[in-house]
């Protein structure tokens, strides 16, 4: 296991992170994503402990509230070590009836920070995220009540999820301008099949040094080997119950025929290809990896171990390559003359 800082902060998290969204389902969508109860998920925490995951994500909506809940006292009855395990957890989503029970002001983040706390046992937050926009309050008012939180020492570090990049460089801004605590991260969908935040995102990650959390890295099992053109799942699988996030399947089924063939040269599964993949991407920070069984978990585990060669990551940079869109065409045939001679003064 690798670790890696977080953004420019010096955090170090592993490169795979327990994800925890199949803990605590008991009705409607979380039980589609998961149903794992106390012991079930407590097994899963110890073995990601036990390979080298330092890092754990979880957030105050998933199961409503009991994800936070398991992960808590998984980690108060493995008798982890406080300091050796990174804590991340979100606020956003709706967490009651009232009309100020959701969203990103700083009443509901101040709310939500304290039920965090008392449901996870914990008397901080090493990453505490925005979990996604809120056109309703203003991008200032969330910056100062996350900074209030990390001067209070109920949070160690801030990051946010689901952000176009124009927002988070406007709170990035925000912060340098008065002096805040700023973003150190952002939690974004990313798969081989699925590489859009590569248009905008990744270069505002790279510019302004945010570190990237993938979430949904195997597209929400579409990636998992399980599935293709002629493969359409099993009945009890996620992706035939729950299809999220959104995918365009011809492009996903050329990237499953281009990572079997690679799979089998290196005796691996395909999701340890896809897995890989996104490990081998330098803006990568951690990858988020969820599980329902223990053996689901090894095999993503075993991805760590898989390094993909040059001739691999050519073909399926590829078969998964964006269409060429503006202004991106432009800067290419722009630039062309300026890189030259970047490449020349060997700065490129």
Known sequence: MRYHPLGRTGLF?????????????????????????????????????????????????????????????????????????VVATKVFGETGPGANERGNSRGHIQDGVKASLKRLQLDHIDLYQIHGFDPATPIEETVRALDQLVRQGHVRYVGV????????????????????????????????????????????????GLGLMVWSPLAGGLLSGKFGRDQPGEAGDRRT??????????????????????????????????????????????VIVGAKRPEQLADNLAATQVALSAADLAALDAVSRLPAEYPGWMFERQGEFRRKQLQQAGRA
């Open 13 to 85: 998290v592993s490169e795979l992170c327990l994800g925890t969204m199949t803990f605590g389902g008991s009705g409607g969508m979380w039980a589609q994503i998961g149903e794992l109860q106390q012991a079930e998920a407590e097994r899963l925490v110890g073995q990601a402990i036990d390979a080298g995951i330092n890092f754990i994500d979880t957030a105050d909506v998933y199961a409503g509230g009991a994800s936070e809940q398991i992960t808590g006292q998984a980690l108060r009855n493995l008798k982890v070590p406080r300091e050796r395990v």
């Open 161 to 208: 999820s689901n952000w176009a990049a124009w927002q988070i460089v406007k709170a990035l801004g925000v912060a340098e301008r008065l002096g805040l605590s700023r973003f150190e991260s952002l939690q974004a969908y990313y798969t081989v099949a699925g590489r859009d935040l590569e248009r905008e995102l990744v270069p505002m990650l790279a510019s302004e």
């Open 241 to 286: 119950k729950f299809d999220f996030p959104p995918v365009q399947r011809e492009r996903a089924w050329d990237c499953v025929d281009a990572m079997r063939p690679i799979a089998q040269a290196h005796g691996v599964s395909v999701a340890q290809i896809a897995l890989a993949w996104l490990l081998h991407q330098p803006q990568v920070s951690s």
